[in-house]
């Protein structure tokens, strides 16, 4: 589907570049239909049936004017402004990709309904869950580095950390005003499309990594239940925008969670080898044989273990059998977290687990 845009603006130079950048980038998304009269614009609000209105703020526009199922934001000069005259308010002169998100936003806020359904369609993404059993194994670095060998190789790669108290902006860094407690606000309330909030939301690292920037609080992340968690991931897996999403996530025995973890079309366990680590990841697959027959789900057999920061002097395999190896990472003493991740993402175990996933 396409969204059908009207821009109302008085400067006829800005009005014709945005409309071509529009036209160029996105006319498989946009439909747009550009004004520098008032009343013929409004007019046309009422015969047409326009789902997102942009006015220059020299303009003065009323909310009887504009139809209800219209989302409509003010386009102003002045950065950091989130509202002018009491409604949403848009830089004009932030990059192209940056305003189409934003009217993705004011869209999805409009829409009837959460659809499920992402902007593109398209099947055969495949989700990686990273976790671990024990604590300080590195499986969030682990889990960017691997997003980022396959964002190298071509791949359209979304990270995402489900971490209670994880932090995507760690490790990534890009342009946008979202946050992923705007798609928990968004889901929660049940305001509009769940496919454009969450395509609205996402940024871009230089690396080629899509992420989310990360909740504003910690607390946001809790109030987030596994089943919201499966519909987040159903979505972004029917969109067809990406090949592999890369899940950063908490250990739990929960059934719930549990559940989540067998949709997942890999299971990767991150341990360091050190005694402590070995013995809480052999207690924790005790547990998960037990509870796949408790619970009829099946894991095992989906998941392996990478083994980072391993040492050849302090770092032991673990003694739990049955699940695959998929390699290890050695230890990198004394790197700041970007030249850590330039390290690791050129390790051969990320090779390995494309292929066997």
């Known amino acids: 589907m396409r969204i059908r845009l009207a821009i ?86 932030q990059k192209t990709e940056m305003i189409y998100r934003r009217i993705l936003g004011i869209f999805s806020e409009k ?21 671990s059993a024990a604590g300080g194994t590195g499986s969030s670095t682990a889990a960017a580095a691997c997003a980022m060998n396959f964002a190298q190789k071509g791949k359209r790669v979304l990270y995402l950390n489900l971490e209670r108290f994880g932090s995507a902006d760690v490790f990534f860094s890009g342009d946008g005003s979202c946050c992923f407690g705007d798609v928990i606000y968004a889901l929660k309330r049940r305001m509009g499309s769940l496919g454009m909030k969450l395509e609205s939301a996402v940024r871009h ?29 159903g979505v972004l897996r029917t969109s067809g925008a990406y090949d592999y999403l890369i899940l950063d996530m908490d250990f739990s025995l929960e059934q719930a969670f ?6 997942c079309s890999s299971i990767i ?22 509870l796949e027959d408790q619970c009829g789900v099946k894991l095992l057999m989906k998941s392996g273990i990478l083994y980072n920061r391993f040492s050849s002097h302090t770092s032991r395999k673990t003694a739990a059998c049955g699940l695959r190896e998929y390699g290890g990472m050695g230890r990198f003493e004394g790197f700041e977290t970007q030249k850590l991740l330039q390290q690791l993402k050129a390790q051969p175990v990320f090779d390995v687990l494309e292929r066997e996933v």
């Open 258 to 263: 549990l559940k989540l973890l067998q949709e």
């Open 111 to 131: 829409t009837a309904a959460v659809t499920g359904v992402g902007m593109d369609g398209g099947e055969g993404c495949k989700a990686l869950a990273f976790l």
């Open 269 to 290: 366990f991150v341990a360091d080898g050190s005694q402590g680590s070995n013995v809480k990841l052999e207690r924790a697959l005790e547990s998960l044989k037990i």
């Open 8 to 93: 109302l603006e008085s400067d006829t130079v800005y009005l014709n570049r945005i409309v071509s950048a529009f036209i160029i980038k996105y006319a498989d998304k946009l439909e747009v239909y550009s004004f520098t009269d008032k009343d013929a614009a409004i007019q046309f609000l009422k015969s047409a049936r326009i789902d997102v209105f942009l006015a220059g703020e020299s303009f003065q526009v009323t909310e009887g004017e504009i139809p209800s199922a219209c989302g409509f934001a003010y386009l102003v000069e002045e950065e950091d402004i989130r509202t002018f005259r009491g409604a949403e308010a848009v830089n004009k002169f």
């Open 205 to 233: 690292d230089v690396s080629g990594v899509f992420f989310f920037s990360s909740t504003r609080m910690a607390l946001d992340m809790g109030e987030l239940e596994v089943g919201e968690i499966r519909e987040i991931l």
